[in-house]
């Protein structure tokens, strides 16, 4: 027997899921949207501590009070950002956090501005909480940078919040200030919310710094930071993520998270609490990111190696690279499904993050140095094999990988 799908679920495409999840054992993967790590020792001891202590019952939908206090210390000390632990809820990871969010802030049919490309979530979620993704075009040769002209040009009396994401799944950019100040202009301007998905902050490359939106001057009460341990302290399983807003709003999710996720994991919070109470996390990332600097050089490399086949602009943070690959003659779909046949190598498609990743493809680094490694040595071979004179010449400016 077949179940009849409602309206709104089979409009949710299903594609990701089914390439990432079908790769199979022989495939190198380059898909992976999370640390190759695993969480580590210290986190691993405190979650079975909390287990022996019982503590294995329902919290606070809003989260427990010492993760709460513990998650505004670290904002304060590393984001100079002053939020009390009433101003936080806990979430099961940062996405359910994006979806409560757009929930709370804007009504059925309301826009949400949501940048292309951008994470696939935020457009399925946006749809799902009855609101219109509404896209705003990033263009390499503005390198992916968002203008207060191009927010201005697109917000209106519908427009009730826009996400941002830095440093950003797919380009790997990561905004500054000047940046920053634009998009905060423009909110001000178009009187809409701001959320600020950054979830990446500790993947960094020099000499790049991650700056939170709501850090700028009168941006507090226009941004909602959502943030989480799933990719600077690799506790993806764990599902841990937090929104810093206001004690109203707070109030407000708290209930719509108690309704329907009733709250997070109590032993995933408790492990949490040992994550940001530990000095060595520091250390730990610090390792994870070196790792993922090494390969950051490897894909550079690679890349420049392709004589201008491959376009990129190399990430400043997260661990995606973001390739133009139209040099072969084909779509990124096309590619991708291709290269996976052809040279058994998975990637990401860049349609799913957007009509603009059209000729795209995303790599994720987020693995071995050696499947790194092989994987963009097949993908630069695939290419060459695909690209002949005829259909295109190098220009100056393609292929640039510094
Ligand atoms: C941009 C972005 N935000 C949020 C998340 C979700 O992280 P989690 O729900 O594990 O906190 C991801 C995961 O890939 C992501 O890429």
Redesign the pocket.
Known sequence: MSFKLSGRAGEIDDEVFRIALGLPSDVLKLTA??PDFPSSDFVNSAANASIGRGETHYTNPSGIPELREEIAGKLRKENDLSYSAEEIVV????????WLLMFALADRGDEILIPDP??F??SVLARLAGCVPKRLPLKKENGYRISAADIEELAGKKTKLMII?TP??PTGRVMGREELSEIAAAAENSRMYVVS?E??EKIVYPPHRHVSLASLPGMKERTIV??????GYAM?GW???FTASSAELASKLSSLLGYTMVCASSVSQNAAVEALRNRKSEEYARMMVEAWSRRRDLVIKAVKGSDGLIDMIPPDG?FYAWMNVSSSGMDGKTFASRLLKERKVGVLPGYLFGDTGRDFIRISFATSDDVVSEGMERIVDFIRSQSTAAKWAPSSTAGKAE
């Open positions: 949207g999370e979430t099961p990871g940062s996405s359910p956090g994006i951008a994470w979530h935020y994401n950003s799944n998905d979830i990446y959502v943030n989480g341990l799933s990719k993806m599902r841990i993520g997260a």
